[in-house]
């Protein structure tokens, strides 16, 4: 059974950082490309971020560009995402999820729970 | 960057009815959209991909239509587990993935 279990969310002031992580188990994680999505409360969906199978091409948002780094340590089968210079548009429950094929197909067949960022003052 | 509207933003049913849902493209994405439901406090779950395939458990009364930039997601009849929202998203032409801005189905 595939699960995707993610933390690391929390409290944090803007312009601060966090590390969000996904721990990946029950399929072969490098594999496949892996992303992050985020819902603000309320809201619907939003792509955030997304990284080939192995980690070595990613994909931003244009809110996300040169704040946030996604990536991937295979050997830990974990996915990553580095959020720095935190905005109060930044909060969200974040989700990773992991593509529904073994190629850069770019559906989603499996979601983790999420994990929420609140950025306040 | 491709916008998805999805309409109605909410459809009001009966258990037993039928549902159609609606996604537009601004530009065609030829037959790569998707179909998500999301129950409160839950994560999306995959319906439909590539328009019209069904994804692994998913139950015939869930079907899909459409290309270029008009997207049809059709429950036949509405079970009580299906009153949810649900998003379309486009992989044609990405970055950035594109999500539709939901359909609520609620209970009339």
């Known amino acids: 059974e595939v699960q995707l279990v993610e933390s690391g969310g929390g409290l944090v002031q803007p312009g601060g950082s966090l590390r969000l992580s996904c721990a990946a188990s029950?399929?072969?994680?490098?594999?496949?490309?892996m992303t992050w999505v985020r819902q603000a409360p309320g809201k619907g969906l939003e792509w955030v971020s997304s990284?080939?199978?192995?980690?070595?091409?990613?994909y931003y948002t244009d809110s996300a560009k040169g704040r946030f780094t996604i990536s991937r340590d295979i050997s830990k089968n974990t996915l990553y995402l580095q959020m720095n210079s935190l905005r109060v548009d930044d909060t969200a429950l974040y989700y990773c999820?992991?593509?529904?094929?073994?190629?850069?197909?770019?559906?989603?067949?499996?979601w983790g729970q999420g994990t929420l960022v609140t950025v306040s003052s | 960057e491709i916008v998805l509207t999805q309409s109605p933003a909410t459809l009001s049913l009966s258990p037993g009815e039928r549902a159609t849902l609606s996604c537009r493209a601004s530009?065609?994405?030829?037959?790569?959209v998707a179909w998500y439901q999301q129950k409160p406090g839950q994560a999306p779950r995959l319906l439909i991909y590539?328009?019209?395939n069904r994804a692994t458990g998913i139950p015939a009364r869930f079907s899909g239509s459409g290309s270029g930039t008009e997207f049809t997601l059709t429950i036949s009849s509405l079970e009580p587990e299906d009153f949810a929202v649900y998003y379309c998203?486009?992989?044609?032409?990405?970055?950035?993935?594109?999500f539709g801005g939901g359909t609520r189905v609620e209970i009339k």
């Open positions: 999820a992991k593509s529904a094929m073994a190629n850069m197909n770019m559906y989603f067949d499996n």
């Open positions: 029950g399929f072969t994680f490098n594999s496949f490309a």
């Open positions: 990284i080939h199978h192995n980690g070595e091409t990613t």
């Open positions: 590539d328009t019209s």
């Open positions: 530009q065609s994405v030829s037959i790569y």
């Open positions: 998203q486009q992989r044609q032409h990405w970055p950035p993935l594109t």
